[in-house]
């Protein structure tokens, strides 16, 4: 019994360091923050190609977070980095991969893109 309160503990702690790691890591900005730099920086939707599909904020590039390991060489160090995703959880995890590739520059949308209220490009199917 000890020893499982002892994990439980350990997993609360752990979560607890990288959510605030995360959030000193990268910005996070309202939407009317975001609007304002996206169109200068590198505007990255991590979502799934099928969640991008479905609709994406315009200008946006899709690199799945499963994906951000392969595809790391294809983010310049020298532009700011826009982030994310549905609801604002994944971005957390990108930015540390980001983070620890070199990129510093690095923001994400609050509430992700379900919070989005500006142009959208779906998919014609």
């Known amino acids: 019994m000890m020893t499982l309160i002892i994990v439980i503990a350990a997993i609360i702690i ?3 360091v990288m959510f605030f790691y995360q959030r000193r890591i990268m910005k996070t900005l ?3 923050e975001f609007r304002s730099g996206y169109r200068k920086a590198q505007l990255i939707d991590i979502r799934e190609p099928n969640e991008f599909e479905n609709g ?4 946006a590039r899709n690199i799945p977070l499963s994906q951000f390991r392969m595809r790391i060489k294809e983010f310049r160090k020298d532009q700011p980095v826009y982030l994310y995703c549905q609801s604002g959880m994944r971005t957390g995890r990108a930015a540390q991969i ?3 590739n070199g990129i510093k ?9 379900k919070t989005w209220n500006g142009k959208v490009k779906t998919k014609n199917k």
Not at 56 to 59: A, D, F, K, S, Y
Not at 105 to 113: A, E, H, S, T
Request: hydrophobic share 30%; glycine share 14%.
């Open 105 to 113: 520059d690095i923001y994400d949308l609050k509430g992700g893109f």
């Open 30 to 32: 309202t939407e009317e």
């Open 98 to 100: 980001l983070r620890r």
């Open 14 to 16: 752990y979560s607890l």
């Open 56 to 59: 994406h904020i315009l200008g």
